[in-house]
């Protein structure tokens, strides 16, 4: 066990699973001799060389279809986007190529591609360096999306990914990279997808990325205050596992999803909907999403602030839930 960054945990994960295996390979935008626009490759072309670690031109199109095409002829590449509001420029070749292909091809083909992104606001980066497009990927037969919140998932997600024979779409929030945490490296097996992170009785707080972290700060509120929270982590957005999610609201009641999102069509709707669809006897109120309002998400820091959910605004939602 070790204290490391979410990034280094990251890192860690790319490291070794690329010193076990010469198919395994790194493409992006500056993540060579700069390593990476948030560090997350740092010191890596110096181990790997530039054939392994490719400093790609700025064409999220083209890097991200030679990937796809790797993928196809045996390699195992990880494509790192700056940004994921730019995985718009590359959303042809993820959709209409690499989430399709074992589907048409069968066994003759497969796709084992990771799309690392850094998503997420609350650094004033503005409305087109700040998106998390985690609803439209979970839409897409065929593609799978994580979205780590602690140092151990980052870690263990990240080694899943690489060996998954699908293409992952790997969320990254920008606020996490410099979190810490204990890491050991050394537990095998695959992370759950949902799972609880504190018990509670009187409400179930269901988030993912950033938002569980304030949803675990807005329970210690609660706690304060009485009112006993269970907080549930998801881990896997797509594949979604919603089974610990029912269980946890059969025995509390009442449920509320926190998600950087849009609150139209998100992650948030599927999980209140899923719920109903399973648990809606066992429900004693309305179920409460708190997401990002349907606007671009600003560049003023006040504004985005206003517009991005926190522990406060989690603990007051879920206060006035307990109490109706």
Not at 101 to 123: D, H, N, T
Not at 244 to 271: D, F
């Amino acid at each position: 066990m070790t204290r490391a960054s979410y990034s280094e945990a990251i890192r860690h994960a790319l490291s070794t699973c690329m010193s076990k295996d010469k198919n395994i390979f790194c493409i992006g935008e500056d993540i060579g001799v700069y390593g990476g626009a948030f560090g997350v490759t740092r010191g890596m072309i110096e181990k790997f060389g530039s054939g392994r670690i490719i400093d790609s031109p700025l064409s999220e199109a083209g890097f991200v279809g030679v990937a796809i095409g790797a993928a196809m002829l045996g390699a195992r590449p990880v494509v790192e986007i700056m940004f994921m509001d730019f995985i718009t420029l590359a959303v042809d070749q993820l959709v209409n190529q690499s989430a399709k292909l074992r589907y048409v091809f069968g066994p003759q083909s497969k796709c084992p591609v990771v799309i690392r992104v850094a998503c997420g606001a609350g650094r004033g980066y503005g409305p087109t360096h700040s998106q998390t497009f985690a609803p439209w990927f979970c839409q897409i037969p065929g593609i799978k999306v994580f979205a780590p919140s602690s140092v151990q998932d980052a870690h263990d997600l990240m080694r899943q990914a690489i060996y998954d024979d699908n293409p992952v779409v790997f969320l990254e929030h920008k606020q996490l990279y410099a979190k810490e945490g204990d890491l050991n490296t050394r537990l095998k097996g695959k992370p759950a997808g949902t799972r609880v992170l504190k018990k509670g009785s009187d409400i179930s707080i269901v988030a993912y990325s950033l938002m569980t972290d304030e949803s675990l700060s807005a329970a210690g509120i609660l706690d304060a205050d009485g009112i006993s929270a269970e907080v549930l982590g998801m881990g896997i957005l797509s594949p979604m596992d919603i089974v610990p999610v029912v269980e946890s609201v059969k025995k509390t009641g009442r449920l509320l999803v926190a998600a950087e999102e849009h609150n139209n069509c998100g992650v948030a709707a599927e999980i209140a909907c899923r719920v109903v669809e399973q648990a809606y006897d066992y429900l004693d109120a309305p179920i409460c999403r708190l997401t990002l309002p349907d606007i671009p998400i600003p560049a003023s820091p006040a504004l985005e602030h206003e517009a991005m959910p926190d522990k406060k605004d989690i603990a007051e939602a879920a206060k006035r839930l307990v109490e109706s």
